[in-house]
């Protein structure tokens, strides 16, 4: 089962811009991570948020946590061509890493 | 330091025939995952292993899928026989040592499975 949820599915945007992802979630969590899956590639760990913190930064990477609203946003500041692949979201939940769908994110030169 | 390496990378087969698969995690990683991740999906845990110990087999199919991690290190996951739904990425993580939450998983390539 997915608890997850991200939003948008999909994201087209110019290289220089920034690009935001949502994810959204249905019980309590210890903690929530952003992977990034490059095509024909596997899993990269980004970011790891704990239920106790509401922001954290990464580089050009900006997580956000919301625990009231059960969200969590991922924020990629200044894209490259680069960070083209998809995001997913991570809940820890029920001793279980639980996975979203996933949002298609397209840097266009 | 070497990542979670997998194989093989690609793999077809036809329906009805075995498949197995091989994952070796990163040295000292003492928690093992097995992911099956459909087109357009996200990863969907198959089994997690704590050492050579599978702690959480609910989400394994049992009467067609096993996996073993014989002392603790390399794992294989094995499909017998091979249905056309099972046609998927196969991904192995790894993790350090289990401390009642999830901590940063570290993802091998896959093994891309193509079912006839």
């Known amino acids: 089962s997915q608890q997850g949820e991200e939003d948008p599915q999909a994201l087209s945007i110019q290289e220089g811009e920034n690009a935001t992802m949502n994810c959204s979630y249905k019980?309590?969590?210890?903690?929530l991570q952003w992977y990034r899956q490059n095509s024909g590639r596997g899993l990269v760990h980004l970011i790891l948020i704990r239920s106790n913190e509401r922001e954290k930064h990464s580089g050009r990477l900006r997580v956000t946590l919301d625990t009231s609203k059960k969200s969590s946003s991922l924020l990629i500041t200044a894209s490259r061509a680069a960070d083209t692949a998809s995001y997913f979201c991570a809940t820890d939940s029920n001793y279980q890493l639980i996975w979203g769908a996933g949002t298609k994110l397209i840097i266009k030169p | 330091e070497a990542g979670v390496v997998q194989s093989p990378r690609y793999k077809i087969i036809e329906k009805k025939q075995p498949v197995a698969f091989w994952c070796n995690p990163i040295?000292?990683?003492?928690?093992l995952y097995w992911y099956r991740q459909n087109l357009g999906q996200g990863p969907e845990l198959l089994i997690r292993y704590e050492n050579e110990e599978a702690v959480d087999d609910s989400q394994l199919p049992k009467d067609r899928f096993s996996a073993e991690r014989l002392k603790g290190v390399d794992s294989t996951l094995k499909i017998q026989p091979a249905e056309l739904g099972d046609s998927a990425v196969y991904l192995c993580a790894s993790s350090s040592r289990w401390q009642g939450v999830q901590e940063t998983q570290y993802f091998g390539p896959g093994t891309r499975l193509l079912v006839l």
């Open positions: 019980t309590s969590i210890n903690n």
């Open positions: 040295s000292g990683h003492n928690t």
